[in-house]
């Protein structure tokens, strides 16, 4: 056997090695996202409570893991001069921002709420008005969420200083610079009263779809068999001729 020969060889089982890999890859994809999707039916069929009974400010940011979905209900006042965007999040392919206002509830502790999106340019201007929560007591619904770290090669927050915009929804950075104690979740608003008709945007539901990652998962295995099948076939039909 030739050295081109044999370097071809092994070039075509490190591909069908690779396009396998990504095969099962995307079925481990697809299995995570059905586990996904069965915690957040099964936490969403759970009766609404009250958030203070659910979680304390002393509790550690890993509640916000344990019952993440949740339905709840919050009661208070919302603190519009702390709130901070943030960025770089679409809504139907525009770009824009979460709103995040604390929220003072009546026992004296605060909860962040994703009150919702706004575009980039209302966000950017001088006119928080535009996006202002509702005076008064306030009653939110809406579904619990964890907190968002940055991960991997995500750059952090800045660590210090009073910050308007952030990258995620980080709430120990985001409790840095709050004269109240914080919970250890934030509110994903579904409902307030008194209702606010324009923006903030509420967030769309949870997506419980299962993407595309079966028929990519199948794509893979199909291009591993044609590899390897038809790979041996042109071998020997060269093999033949010569």
Do not use: C
């Amino acid at each position: 056997m030739s050295s081109r020969r044999l370097l071809l060889n092994i070039a075509v089982l490190l591909a069908v090695a690779a396009m396998v890999t990504a095969g099962f890859w995307q079925l481990h994809r697809l299995s995570e996202r059905r586990d996904r999707n069965s915690i957040v039916t099964s936490r969403g069929e759970i009766p609404i409570a009250e958030i203070q009974e659910l979680v304390s400010a002393d509790d550690s940011y890993g509640r916000g893991d344990e019952m993440e979905f949740r339905l709840v209900r919050a009661t208070g006042v919302f603190q519009p001069a702390d709130q901070v965007l943030i960025r770089n999040r679409t809504h139907q392919g525009s770009a824009g921002y979460w709103v995040l206002t604390p929220l003072r509830l009546d026992v004296g502790t605060a909860v962040a709420v994703n009150r919702g999106w706004i575009p980039h340019g209302v966000g950017t201007g001088d006119s928080p008005a535009d996006f202002a929560p509702p005076a008064g007591e306030v009653e939110v619904i809406g579904l619990l969420r964890a907190t968002v770290t940055a991960a991997g090669l995500q750059q952090a927050d800045p660590s210090s200083g009073v910050l308007a915009e952030m990258a995620r929804p980080d709430l120990a950075r985001f409790a840095r610079q709050l004269d109240v104690e914080l919970l250890p979740v934030y509110v994903q608003l579904q409902a307030q009263r008194p209702p606010v008709d324009s923006l903030p945007i509420p967030i769309p539901p949870t997506d419980l779809g299962e993407g595309s990652h079966l028929a990519y998962a199948v794509q893979w295995f199909v291009f591993a068999s044609i590899a390897a099948v038809g790979y041996p076939l042109v071998l020997r039909r060269t093999t033949s001729r010569n």
